[in-house]
């Protein structure tokens, strides 16, 4: 059944583990398709955060564009792929930074994450997509 407006943004705005896809920019290749965490506010925009100089924010800078899908399999198989434009890229504040970590660990975890994150992971930057098409559906009990 597909999901309505609401149920869809509802879903989204979920913590889950998205699947990103950009296009590869290699007429030889498919997408480029890798898990990331995201935040999503329903009736906003989805962002996420990414290595300034990763191959994901090169790829999405030259697409302009990538989509997201997130899905569970309990207690019905659920999806929703979204997909946009990029109205934004900025580098990440300390803000929007702790906001995302807040969203998939635990109070416990989240200062030794983002401490690692300073450490190892280098300068972030924010990319904010607009959803523009939407794919969503709950299969039921198929």
């Known amino acids: 059944m597909p999901l309505t407006p609401a149920e869809r943004e509802e879903f989204l705005a979920e913590p889950r583990i998205a699947a990103l896809s950009v296009d590869s920019g290699d007429p030889n290749r498919g997408p480029v398709s890798v898990p990331i965490w995201y935040q999503y ?4 925009d989805v962002w996420i955060l990414t290595g300034t100089t990763s191959r994901k924010a090169e790829l999405i800078a030259a ?6 899908l997130v899905e569970r399999t309990e207690p019905t198989v659920r999806y929703v792929s979204v997909e946009g434009p990029v109205v934004e890229t900025a580098p990440v504040t300390d803000a929007r930074h702790r906001e995302l970590v807040a969203r998939y660990l635990p109070a416990d975890k989240a200062a030794a994450y983002l401490e690692f994150a300073e450490r190892d992971l280098g300068e972030q930057v924010m990319i904010r997509m607009r959803p523009q098409s939407w794919i969503a559906a709950d299969l039921g009990s198929l």
Do not use: H, I, P, Y
């Not at 506010?41 to 906003?44: A, N, P, W």
């Not at 697409?63 to 997201?68: E, K, M, P, S, V």
């Open 41 to 44: 506010e329903r009736g906003g």
């Open 63 to 68: 697409a302009g564009r990538f989509t997201l």
